[in-house]
Every structure is written in C-alpha cells, then in structure tokens.
C-alpha cells in the first residue's frame, strides 16, 4: 500500500475531481465520467497500477459513480418537469443493449486501445462542445424505427467505451432532431442511468490479475476511488442542475470544451509513447 504521504494528496484531488464532475454532469449534460476516466487513469498510474487492463479499471468504476450522478441528476431536472418520459422509454432497449455490448469489447481490449478511442472521442466531444450550433438540425422530432435503433445502440457503446454516462452523445443527438437544450440534457441524465446500471454489473465479472488492480477492486470497479467521488458528486449534481435551468451555459462550455480537448490530446501522446 501506498504511505499517506502519497495517498492524502491523490484523496483530495480526487474529491477535487468529484466536485467539478457532479457539477458539470447536472449543469452541461455531458457526463461527468470524461473527467473521471482521466483523473482515475492519472491516479492509479501514480500509484504504481498499470498494467494493459487499467482503463478497464477507470472505465469500471467512472460508470459506477455515473449510476449515482445520474440518478440524482435526473431526479433534479424532473422536479423541473424537464426530463422527456416519453423518448427515454422508446430508447432504453437500444441503449442497454448498446452498453452491454461496449462491456464485452471493452473486457477484451487493451488499456492502450481504449486510451486511444478515448483520446480521439474525447477530441471531438470537444471540439462540437466548442464549435456546435444550436441551430444545427436534422429533423424537428426525434426519429423510430431503425435509425432510433442504430442510435440509441451506439450511444450505449460509445459511452461504455469511454466509461461517461452517454450526455456527450445524446445531447448533441436530440438537439440535432429539434429537442430543446434543457430538455435534452435532463433527458440525457436518465440515458446515464441506463447506459451505467447494466454496464457496472458486467465489469463486476471482469477479472483484473490482482497484482495489476488497486485495493478494494471488486471485478473492474474500485470501491475507494467510487466512494470518494460520489461522496462529491452527490453534493454538486443537484447545482449543476440547478445552474442549468438559470443561466446560458455556453462561456462554461466552451472552456470545458478546451480543458477536454487537452486531456484527451495528452492521452493521445501518452497512447503515441511521447
């Protein structure tokens, strides 16, 4: 075990982390796992765990906490009357089926693999949080049949894949098919919850060699690094929501959209060996 001279420092900046995640997971709708993975990744590589099935490990116990900043979330926007009811039914089948199927690719690639399809994601997450118009649109409502199918399968993947709660996806998505901002990210939080819940219970079946896991993993899910952050989490997610509904989020998005390209620009050149 680490001594706590190690340990305090990574405790806090994980409660640190915790914060801004449930913060921005209610306010912005994009998840609050795309900081997680990273600061997960960082930390127990400092640590000293690595090994090719540590992102298995970030990705594990990001939606593990996602299960909580979710659901309370969630439970905000609909006190708002927010959350669509309606659409999230209609695209939970495709989006759990999505997710499982993200679990068993994830279980078999390795950390590297997973670094780069979180890298180059998380560059374009970025860069549509940066540069993505609200008057971008496809249609006025959101689409059936197969092509609500394709979509809401491939959110579920996606977001498994890159460990967050499936908002950097699903907003983009329904704003695209005319759905208002703020009912798309109160909706979006119910897709966390659908994309996190059944994902979770697969990781716990992953088996991580126990000499390449930090303490307390159960499966893929490490219960300290869980415990920590949604001790924070529960706290901001309710703001952020809250934060939503009063003010034009688009000068916190644009920042946030910078900070996320630079960590997964980072995660690339960590994945390139430079």
């Known amino acids: 075990m ?3 001279a190690t340990l305090a420092p990574l405790v806090a900046l994980l409660l640190g982390i915790g914060a801004l995640a449930g913060l921005i997971a209610g306010m912005l709708g994009v998840g609050g796992g795309i900081v997680l993975v990273p600061a997960f ?3 127990f590589s400092a640590l000293g765990y690595g090994g090719p099935q540590l992102m298995q490990i ?5 939606l593990s906490t996602i299960i909580v900043t979710s659901t309370r979330s969630v439970m905000s926007h609909n006190r708002k009357g927010a959350v669509d009811w309606p659409v999230l039914r209609a ?3 495709g989006i759990v089926t999505g997710a499982v199927l993200g679990v068993v690719v994830a279980s078999n690639l390795r950390s590297i693999v997973l670094q780069g399809i979180f890298g180059v994601l998380g560059v374009c997450i970025g860069l549509y949080l940066a540069f993505g118009k609200s008057s971008w649109k496809i249609a006025d409502q959101m689409p059936g049949g197969p092509v609500r199918a394709v979509l809401s399968t491939m959110i579920g993947f996606l977001s498994v894949l890159m460990g967050i709660g499936g908002g950097s996806f699903a ?4 704003t695209l098919y005319g759905q208002p901002i703020h009912r798309a990210v109160a909706t979006a939080a119910g897709f966390g919850v659908l994309i996190a819940v059944p994902s979770v219970l697969a990781f716990f079946f992953v088996q991580i060699p126990v000499g390449m896991r930090p303490p307390y993993t159960l499966g893929a899910v490490n219960l300290p690094a869980f415990l920590i952050v949604i001790s924070m989490t529960l706290i901001t997610a309710p703001i ?3 934060l939503a509904h009063a003010m034009d989020p688009k000068p916190l998005k644009r920042i946030f959209a910078g900070f996320i390209i630079v960590v ?3 995660m690339l050149r960590k994945v390139a060996g430079f």
């Open 41 to 43: 990744f960082y930390t």
């Open 2 to 4: 680490p001594d706590l």
């Open 171 to 174: 907003v983009p998505t329904m």
């Open 264 to 266: 997964a620009l980072n």
């Open 91 to 93: 695209w939970a089948p």
């Open 240 to 242: 952020g929501a809250r």
């Open 58 to 62: 970030c990705l594990a116990t990001s």
